[in-house]
């Protein structure tokens, strides 16, 4: 166990917060004020992590915070005779999801990345239906237009939590039918969904992940929804977000380009927390064998 003094840790939670708050500052306020983005919400909406969870920080497990009297309240946190620390005991409980993590990332980092997917997912969502999942945003080509792209391409979706969103009529279009029992044998490192997963993994794993490695996947993931929704049939101008035009040729070569960026950030993020994993699930076998050798 590595021992923070009072004086460092204080320190480095201060900057997470600040780093935070300036990410995040305007969607609190908005939300506040009861107004919408169709960008940014789905970070706190769709993703379960709400801002003030991804304020409190976190110095991973393996850390004792000196002098950290509030943290014993945390779930996932005990105290022990030099403070407090990531609750070794709830890390045994949580060892499947972290086997389950480890798993999915390894299988998705050893697969070549699909960049011919043109983010049309969001297009597969609203075809050949009157209804839009963010009604108060005009489609840029009408629903008429919309229909036409979504026909003249082949659906290429390898993520099931975005395919489960598609319309009736879309579903069959895809190049298959994705299923959850499946995901860990379809998910691809050139997915921007697969990479925005990232940050939802750390945050499953609290309070085991640093928090400056899960702010660093929360700022790949801000990046990866922007893209995805400028690559959207919607027009979101008046948001100050010009679209990719996937409907030609060129705005296809944009969103290629923005694409591989956006994977290859991921592919390190993702190995750094595959290792991280693999820490925990070895720490994890070791307590195990401790108490089996010394149960009392």
Not at 271 to 291: K, M, N, P, Y
Request: glycine share 6%.
């Amino acid at each position: 166990m590595q021992v923070l003094p009072e004086s460092e840790w204080r320190v480095r939670r201060e900057r997470h917060r600040e780093s935070v708050s300036a990410l995040i500052g305007p969607h609190v306020q908005r939300h506040a004020d009861g107004k919408k983005h169709p960008v940014i919400d789905f970070l706190f909406t769709y993703y379960s992590h709400r801002p003030a969870q991804l304020l409190r920080w976190h110095p991973g497990f393996g850390v004792v915070l000196e002098n950290a009297d509030e943290y014993p309240g945390f779930r996932g946190y005990c105290r022990t005779d030099e403070g407090a620390t990531a609750d070794p005991a709830f890390l045994e409980r949580r060892r499947s999801a972290v086997e389950f993590t480890a798993r999915l990332l390894e299988l998705t980092a050893a697969r070549p990345a699909n960049l011919s997917c043109f983010g049309l997912h969001e297009w597969a969502m609203v075809y050949k239906s009157e209804e839009v999942r963010h009604s108060n945003v005009a489609l840029r080509l009408g629903h008429d237009g919309t229909d036409a792209v979504v026909e003249s391409m082949s659906l290429r979706c390898t993520h099931y939590d975005a395919f489960r969103f598609f319309t009736p009529a879309a579903l069959p279009r895809n190049v298959e039918v994705l299923t959850r029992e499946h995901q860990v044998q379809r998910e691809q490192p050139g997915c921007l969904h697969a990479t925005m997963d990232l940050y939802k993994w750390c945050f499953k794993l609290t309070p085991f992940i640093d928090s400056e490695f899960t702010l660093d996947c929360f700022r790949l993931a801000l990046d990866a929804r922007e893209l995805d929704m400028r690559a959207s049939p919607y027009d979101l101008t008046e948001y100050g977000y010009s679209p990719v035009r996937i409907e030609t040729s060129a705005g296809r070569a944009e969103y290629a380009r923005a694409q591989t960026a956006i994977a290859a950030r991921g592919a390190d993020l993702r190995a750094g927390l595959f290792t991280r994993c693999r820490e925990l699930l070895a720490d994890t076998t070791t307590a195990t064998t401790r108490t089996a050798e010394n149960p009392n």
